[in-house]
């Protein structure tokens, strides 16, 4: 039991300082991103903190794997660098049994990537999606005091004051079908819900011409709705249907194998764990970090070069591939020595 809680902290040691940096660089890139959209919209502080929060499972989803397993190697090669590794072994503890006290929270791990990454992730992007329609409409209705030709939809629109949404003396005019509709009102309220633009007329007169008729109508209160930008993000009820209509219509299915593909990959790469992090400091130099970059940018490659054609095959075959992989290496290395 103090064996595993001490393997756990020196673990805890090595993991927060890895994944803490890559947390801010990756988080810094994510944050350019998002400044970049004030060239386009108008973006307040809390907006802007908004659209951080939704990004947050991506930064998880990309640099917690990596950042868990160069911890596992890193702390076993500092244990056997410090001969603590021997001593370890001396007492019957072969690597196997280190495997197996790094394999339930390794497991865990997985899950909770499984989670973020087939569970949040597509919520988040949708609600990003949302959010940036909201706003690109906001930022397409800019309409002017006392200025001609601007239009509100299919509307030819003038107002004579605006204080925020609220605007003075609107003016409406159409030619529809033949016929020509002209609104008037006092006053007009903007109302932005979830992205769908709507004018609330106030206290006003609308007014519907033909060649035979023409029809007066007084209100106090009419919605007009916008027509600037039809939307195009659909709409989410979960994850699980998002999936499921995803994979019937064969969309993203790519995405689903990566992201289930990358989740696994702390949980299915423990015996290159124990194969980098193994060594006799007296006979051999420490190159655990050098072999497992190698390793995370060969298994990266794998999964978009394989994974992206044979699909959802792909959640099955590379798994089993990757653990034949790694198994013969480390019988072929390790398992001979200890």
Do not use: C
């Not at 805890?12 to 386009?40: D, Y």
């Not at 124990?274 to 970090?289: C, D, H, L, S």
């Amino acid at each position: 039991m103090k064996l595993k809680q001490y393997l756990h902290s020196q673990l805890a040691i090595t993991f927060f300082p890895i994944f803490l940096g890559l947390f801010f660089i990756t988080s810094v890139v994510f944050l350019v991103k998002i400044a970049s959209l004030t060239s386009i919209i108008t973006l307040d502080f809390f907006e802007l903190f908004t659209l951080f929060s939704y990004v947050i499972p991506q930064i998880l989803f990309y640099t917690m794997p990596i950042s868990f397993f160069l911890s596992l190697v890193i702390t076993l090669a500092k244990l056997a660098s410090e001969y603590e590794l021997t001593v370890i072994t001396s007492f019957g503890l072969n690597p196997v049994n280190i495997l197996k006290i790094f394999a339930p929270i390794t497991l865990l791990l997985s899950v909770m990537l499984l989670v973020v990454s087939v569970g949040l992730i597509p919520k988040t992007k949708f609600l990003t999606k949302q959010f940036l329609d909201k706003k690109k409409k906001e930022a397409n209705f800019n309409i002017k005091p006392s200025e001609f030709g601007q239009k509100f939809g299919d509307w030819l629109i003038y107002i004579n004051g605006k204080d925020d949404r609220v605007y003075d003396e609107v003016k409406l005019f159409k030619t529809e079908k033949g016929k020509d509709q002209f609104i008037v009102s006092e006053t007009a309220v903007l109302d932005n819900d979830k992205g769908a633009l709507s004018f609330k007329l106030n206290d006003g007169k609308a007014f519907i011409i033909d060649e035979k008729e023409f029809n007066q109508i007084d209100f106090k209160s009419m919605y007009i709705n916008d027509s600037i930008s039809d939307s195009k993000i659909g709409i989410f009820t979960d994850s699980y249907e998002y999936w499921k209509e995803n994979i019937e219509k064969k969309i993203d299915i790519d995405d689903l194998t990566f992201y289930i593909l990358t989740s696994l990959f702390p949980f299915v790469s423990l015996f290159l764990v124990i194969t980098f992090g193994y060594f006799n400091p007296r006979y051999e130099k420490n190159r655990a970090v050098f072999y497992s970059l190698i390793s995370i940018v060969l298994y990266y490659v794998l999964i978009k070069s394989i994974g992206d054609r044979i699909l959802l095959h792909a959640l099955y075959t590379i798994p089993i591939l990757w653990l034949s992989g790694t198994y013969i290496l480390y019988s072929k290395t390790i398992k001979k020595e200890y």
